[in-house]
């Protein structure tokens, strides 16, 4: 009888209103909130950004409300640094608010390659193997009497002879010097006494290559190196001899002599 009564009060049915108003004011607000948290019906249409700087075009992505997201980078020696070479997704895609735009944009430095070019390698091997790893090369031809058509040696840029092992920015120039056949009958310098360095560039502007080399000494560093005296050379110089341009040459290294200074 009790709980009739209250069911059939005044005060139950005051309450019950009060519970569907504010029932009602929930639901509307959560409503609200929901839609403006997911931003479900905003719809945005991706602005193009290709061609454009990364940071010019995370600007123009966040004017929108997109947040723009770097996922990759490559190089190209034409690329500007920075730029942004493809975007995810494509321009003109609406998308809802908030949503992340991949960008693919030019490194600024490039990266570096190992060489993997040694001598006796096929010059047309050595040509694919260097395109591949994206070198800018050039080729110059060399009087070689055991390796026509293969490659002598790899010049950087300075002009340094560079190996297999060694790394290399992608795009750099090097110079390919292939081994090229010649008839000419060529005069043997004279290179006892000369530096390593000196040594093999009188040799090479002779028109030879090298051969087999001995060292009589361990070298401290690459500059004890090239300062090496040639003790020996095989075939041995005598006035007037004559042989094939582009036969090599075996050379004998000796410690060089260091004056010292003057007290």
């Not at 005051?14 to 931003?39: I, K, P, S």
């Not at 719809?43 to 996922?71: C, D, F, N, Q, Y």
């Not at 730029?83 to 490039?110: C, I």
């Not at 055991?146 to 040696?153: E, Q």
Request: glycine residues 10%; hydrophobic residues 45%; aromatic residues 6%.
């Amino acid at each position: 009888m009790r709980l009739l009564r209250f069911l059939i009060s005044r005060t139950f049915w005051v309450q019950m209103g009060l519970a569907v108003v504010l029932g009602g004011v929930g639901f509307v607000a959560l409503n609200l909130f929901l839609r403006g948290y997911t931003r479900h019906s905003e719809r945005i249409a991706v602005p193009a950004v290709v061609g454009t700087h990364m940071l010019e075009a995370s600007m123009a992505l966040e004017a929108v409300g997109l947040k723009p997201v770097i996922m990759d980078s490559l190089y190209s020696a034409k690329g500007m640094p920075g730029g942004v070479v493809e975007q995810d997704p494509a321009p003109g895609v609406e998308v809802k608010g908030t949503r992340n735009v991949y960008l693919t944009v030019y490194r600024s430095t490039p990266p570096s390659e190992r060489l993997e070019v040694e001598e006796g390698m096929d010059a047309g091997v050595a040509r694919i193997l260097m395109e591949v790893k994206g070198f800018d090369f050039s080729e110059r031809y060399e009087p070689s009497a055991d390796l026509t058509g293969l490659v002598l040696r790899v010049e950087d840029g300075r002009g340094r002879t560079v190996g297999p092992e060694d790394r290399l920015p992608k795009g750099g120039k090097v110079v390919l010097v292939i081994g090229a056949s010649s008839s000419l009958q060529v005069e043997v310098p004279d290179l006892v006494g000369l530096p390593r360095s000196a040594g093999l560039q009188a040799m090479r502007a002779a028109g030879f290559s090298v051969g087999f080399t001995r060292w009589a000494f361990d070298p401290l560093d690459e500059r004890d190196s090239m300062q090496a005296l040639i003790s020996a050379q095989l075939p041995n110089f005598t006035p007037g001899r004559l042989v094939q341009e582009g036969s090599a040459i075996d050379l004998t290294f000796s410690a060089p002599v260091h004056v010292p200074d003057s007290l």
